[in-house]
């Protein structure tokens, strides 16, 4: 295993990364910046009242975007989801976890849990997604919140981990695939000496084996019902057990 001070120190930390301006990755980022700015209000964060940020509402008109880019997915980076609050409202209230550290937000969607990175005291924050809509999300959220986030447009769990100290994963095992391509990717993790953090409502591809509850809050989720919804769980993602690794062998 490395270990994380010998890797690159912080001020070179964004060199394994492709750190263009994002007008030069893709010519939605700006369009979909103007459309935002104009049609996604800014409201206070639920649960998180130190952070703000563009929220799509009935009116906002996120159907113009999909008959202008026929490859429009859907708008995630536009809406509250309970892994991504619960993982920032734990760094806002630990900010011991990443105070001095760069941290990467893997498919940041809004930005919220880099953005809280940041406010906790991260000494850089990555933000990579797929979706260049969610890059111009992150951009203006994090500049609305004033603070420094860099968004990436990268499949990041296809390649290496960048060098950083500290990933954090907000809602990103609610589908089997995505779980598992995730997961390989935390693996790289940590092997290199990165910690590894998620955020999740609980959702069924979890690789609850792996993880240790660090704690739970109670925050909405998109599509979930308005009350009694159950607490959401910050997690530490860890190696396999000496018997998880064998029974990887006895399924070989």
């Not at 009935?58 to 202008?68: D, H, K, M, N, Y």
Request: with cysteine; proline share 10%; hydrophobic share 40%.
């Amino acid at each position: 295993m490395t270990d994380k001070h010998d890797r690159q120190q912080p001020d070179q930390d964004l060199s394994q990364v492709p750190a263009k301006p994002p007008r030069e990755w893709d010519p939605r980022i700006d369009r979909a910046r103007d459309f935002i700015s104009a049609n996604l209000p800014v409201l206070p964060v639920p649960s998180i009242p130190e952070i703000r940020l563009h929220r799509a509402g009935p009116q906002s008109g996120l159907w113009r975007l999909a008959e202008q880019d026929p490859e429009f997915g859907s708008p995630y980076w536009a809406h509250h989801w309970g892994g991504g609050l619960v993982l920032a409202r734990y760094l806002l209230d630990r900010p011991d976890v990443v105070a001095g550290r760069p941290v990467l937000d893997l498919g940041a969607g809004s930005g919220v849990v880099g953005i809280a990175a940041a406010k906790a005291g991260a000494t850089e924050v990555i933000a990579a997604d797929v979706d260049p809509y969610a890059i111009a999300a992150i951009g203006l959220n994090a500049t609305l919140n004033e603070v420094t986030v860099l968004p990436v447009l990268v499949d990041q769990a296809m390649g290496e981990p960048p060098a950083t100290d500290i990933v954090c994963v907000g809602d990103l095992f609610y589908e089997a695939a995505l779980a598992e391509r995730v997961t390989a990717f935390l693996d790289l993790c940590l092997e290199q000496g990165i910690e590894v953090l998620i955020g999740d409502p609980w959702r069924a591809h979890l690789p609850h084996s792996r993880l240790r509850l660090l704690a739970e809050y109670v925050v909405p989720d998109f599509g979930a019902a308005a009350a009694g919804s159950p607490p959401s769980g910050v997690f530490a993602f860890e190696s396999k057990t000496p018997r998880q690794n064998r029974g990887d062998e006895d399924q070989s």
